[in-house]
């Protein structure tokens, strides 16, 4: 059994930070790929941030120099460092994990930008 758990989502002003974590546990060895995706009400779910195994970050035009991903391979952890919040960044915020042909989600943590 695999847990994946996000955290470190709340509510923040414009132009505030927050750092958020996804940590895997339980029956997983080798993480390949992970990646944090978001997702609005009324919208889909789109991608943020990749990040390869070996620490490799690519993102999405619309975070492109205000978020920054990064991995602890040790800790089976993910981490996403978010700058200069926008409320059109107001999303429940998704972790994803590729483990050899395993694919695990998290529960997704709700991050609200607004004054």
């Known amino acids: 059994q695999v847990q994946v758990l996000e955290s470190g989502g709340g509510l923040v002003q414009p132009g505030g930070s927050l750092r958020l974590s996804c940590a895997a546990s339980g029956s997983i060895f080798s993480i390949n790929h992970m990646a944090w995706y978001r997702q609005a009400p009324g919208k889909q779910r789109e991608l943020v941030a990749t990040i390869s195994s070996g620490g490799n970050p690519n993102y999405a035009d619309s975070v492109k120099g205000r978020f920054t991903c990064s991995r602890d391979n040790a800790k089976n952890t993910m981490y996403l460092q978010m700058n200069s919040l926008k409320p059109e960044d107001t999303a429940a915020y998704y972790c994803?994990?590729?483990?050899?042909?395993?694919?695990?989600w998290g529960q997704g943590t709700q991050v609200t930008v607004s004054s």
């Open positions: 994803y994990i590729r483990s050899g042909v395993n694919l695990y």
